[in-house]
């Protein structure tokens, strides 16, 4: 049996047990105190280092936000630094080159035009200077503002065409414009800038082509990588811009250079070598590309790859009879071809002969078959000035229609003198096409089967009038603020004998335009008192010249001054230098609206 002494021996042993154990749970204890009171203490380290952070971070914003709104606001400076220099530079270099135009028709010697014709060159070029030169600054200042509107390709070419076409024709060379079939009628992209693109490459070919010829073409081929996040994916699609010319092409070793800024050909007289370098940048900009190819001795192809998304189609299209049958004789191959598409559009049965004597077996063929030719197209570097005798010899010869260059066309003084039924010049626009076909008698309708005769046979009797045909009816408004630019578009209308009043900013213009009715008002855009736009506004709230046509003049190289001009309800633009050819034809076109309207 357990003794006493055993009883208090084991009572002891777990007394020490007991304590030892709740000697640990003391310590155990002091511990996690311990480590409390040290997580405590990150926690509030962490929650200080939080604060500090955030601090950081808001400071961080406003800084940002700061420097956001200068790098704004030096942007928006920059950009109006642009438009007043582009204004500044401009005016008087309008005024100069004007006056060198009046002075060559003053009957100078040949001494004398020969000075004035190389003062002329001397002042185009300084101009290209410097619009080449505000553009890249645009782009370096990040000015560059890209729209998104709705635009047709083939309006964009013929465009190019118009601006082109005298220069072309200095040069010796033709200027084609084509519009390979399936391209779509409507876009959407920034017209204004496709348009600058091609007129850069198109005047960099011009200058370096001696003979032959210059063609601006427009295809296109699906993206089909594309996401569809806006629409169909097989409305998505590359418009892409072909420019090809027969000049001397470009050595295989310059090829890696030429889209550089400031670099130019050993052969290049004129400009600042930077037309390609924006062209290259644009088409950047806009989520395209730009490049060259090039063989010396065959010419060169730039091609300009832009991406479009196709917009609905709108209006009616022109198109002639069935069973139209058109036989063309064209020498440029390229020029057949484009004719060709075109005349297809217009849904004409074409057949391109390679001689007068296949022109002439066809209408033979025609007419036994008792399908007889509707008209004839005839190149008139292939024949003369005069219609082909072979043709005026048959009995019932069809319609005939001069394909010829702007300067023979201004030359023929009815074409009907020497054989022709009308002309047609190149580069050639559908609707001047149209008008032609319509002029030769054929019933132009629309594709719901509206005829569509009457009015094109109107631009049909235009093209045929004498280019001095073109003062108005009624009384011009000039606006102007400068007095060298206010004076040469005096003498502009004074040789014409059009009769006008002059207003020496847009608060003037409102007084004249509330007291008298015009057919027309040139309005100049930057004016002080109250400038073009503001002006316009008020003239179309009402009164006597509410729906008076107003062409804009400006001296701005920046492209979206051609959009602001038509949001404040001007009807057309014209850029500064004015060329009497140009203004002319304004004053000629929009004054007629105004007395149709």
């Not at 790098?71 to 005016?91: G, P, Y």
């Not at 000075?115 to 002042?123: I, K, Q």
């Not at 065409?161 to 200027?175: Q, V, W």
Request: charged share 25%; with cysteine; glycine share 6%.
């Amino acid at each position: 049996m357990t003794t006493p002494t055993d009883a208090d021996s084991q009572l002891t042993r777990e007394t020490r047990v007991l304590r030892k154990r709740l000697e640990r749970v003391v310590a155990d204890m002091a511990l996690l105190e311990r480590l409390k009171e040290d997580n405590e203490q990150r926690l509030r380290v962490v929650i200080s280092e939080k604060d500090a952070a955030n601090a950081e971070l808001s400071r961080l914003a406003e800084e940002l936000a700061e420097a956001r709104a200068n790098a704004l606001d030096q942007s928006e400076n920059k950009s109006r630094f642009l438009v007043h220099m582009s204004h500044e530079i401009r005016t008087p270099l309008n005024g100069i080159i004007g006056l060198v135009e009046l002075l060559a028709d003053t009957g100078v010697s040949a001494s004398q035009q020969e000075l004035v014709r190389m003062l002329s060159v001397a002042c185009d070029n300084l101009m290209a200077i410097v619009n080449d030169v505000l553009d890249l600054a645009a782009v370096e200042a990040d000015a560059l503002s890209l729209s998104r509107e709705v635009y047709e390709p083939r309006r964009v070419l013929e465009e190019v065409g118009d601006i082109l076409a005298l220069k072309a024709e200095e040069r010796g060379i033709r200027l084609i414009t084509h519009v390979v079939p399936g391209v779509p009628a409507r876009v959407h992209g920034d017209a204004g800038r496709v348009r600058q693109i091609l007129v850069n490459l198109a005047t960099n070919a011009i200058k370096f082509t001696s003979s032959g010829r210059v063609l601006v073409r427009v295809w296109w081929e699906p993206r089909m990588s594309a996401i569809a996040d806006e629409g169909d994916r097989n409305k998505r699609l590359w418009l892409v811009f072909d420019v090809e010319d027969t000049g001397p092409g470009i050595p295989e070793h310059r090829l890696g250079s030429v889209f550089e800024p400031f670099t130019r050909d050993p052969g290049d007289a004129g400009g600042a070598g930077l037309g390609l370098s924006i062209a290259k940048r644009f088409a950047h900009a806009m989520g395209g590309a730009l490049e060259v190819q090039s063989e010396p001795g065959r010419g060169s192809v730039f091609r300009c790859r832009l991406p479009g998304l196709v917009a609905e189609a709108r209006g009616q299209a022109l198109s002639v009879p069935r069973d139209t049958v058109i036989v063309a004789l064209v020498g440029d191959r390229a020029q057949a071809l484009a004719l060709g598409a075109d005349m297809r559009t217009l849904n004409a049965d074409v057949h391109l002969a390679n001689s007068l004597a296949e022109v002439e077996e066809r209408v033979l063929r025609q007419a036994a078959a008792g399908k007889p030719v509707s008209a004839v197209v005839v190149d008139t570097q292939e024949v003369g000035l005069r219609a082909p005798d072979v043709l005026l010899d048959l009995a019932e010869h069809p319609p005939l229609i001069a394909l010829t260059s702007l300067r023979q066309r201004m030359s023929l003084s009815t074409t009907k003198d020497v054989g022709w039924t009308t002309a047609l010049t190149w580069p050639v626009r559908i609707d001047a096409l149209a008008a032609c076909l319509a002029s030769a008698g054929l019933d132009m309708t629309t594709a719901d089967g509206l005829s569509a005769a009457t009015e094109h046979r109107h631009v049909a009797h235009e093209l045929s009038v004498a280019p001095q045909a073109t003062a108005p009816a009624g009384r011009v408004l000039i606006v102007e603020d400068d007095p060298i630019n206010r004076r040469l578009a005096v003498r502009l209308l004074e040789k014409r004998n059009i009769p006008f009043d002059v207003a020496q900013d847009g608060g003037e213009a409102v007084d004249y335009a509330s007291e008298r009715t015009y057919s027309l008002i040139l309005m100049d855009c930057r004016m002080p008192v109250m400038d073009g736009f503001e002006a316009t506004r008020q003239i179309r709230r009402g009164g006597l010249n509410h729906r008076t046509p107003i062409v804009a003049l400006t001296a701005n190289a920046v492209v979206s001054e051609r959009r602001n001009c038509l949001d404040a309800g001007m009807n057309e633009v014209l850029g500064k230098p004015i060329r009497s050819e140009l203004l002319y034809e304004a004053i000629g076109l929009w004054s007629a609206r105004r007395l149709e309207a």
